[in-house]
């Protein structure tokens, strides 16, 4: 009896190995999944910092556009006046010739 039970021991502890052989090769590929997610979140954190720095870049080229077509609108503007104040005159003058004229 002793050596069926010694028997039944080891059968036991075999298929205890081989379930713990089962549940290792099933932590491998878990662990391999985990990895994979890793690297796949890196790149995509990657591609996101990228995409983040072009947008940035491309906010700084257009603050820089909105202040130079600022500039050029008082420019413009300050053009604008002026012509006008010289036409105004110029209307002056042509009015004094005309009565210097007639």
Not at 4 to 33: C, F, K, N, P, Y
Not at 34 to 63: E, F, K, M, P, Y
Not at 70 to 81: K, P
């Amino acid at each position: 009896m002793p050596q069926h039970h010694h028997q039944l021991q080891l059968l036991d502890l075999s298929v205890q190995m081989a379930q713990l052989m089962a549940a290792q090769t099933e932590m491998g590929r878990a662990i391999g999944t985990i990895q994979g997610a890793v690297l796949h979140i890196q790149r995509t954190q990657d591609v996101v910092l990228g995409n983040l720095r072009v947008v940035t870049a491309q906010v700084s080229d257009l603050q820089r556009a909105d202040a130079m077509t600022r500039s050029n609108l008082r420019t413009f503007d300050y053009q604008y006046h002026q012509l006008h104040d010289q036409m105004s005159h110029i209307g002056s003058r042509m009015e004094t010739l005309d009565e210097n004229v007639a």
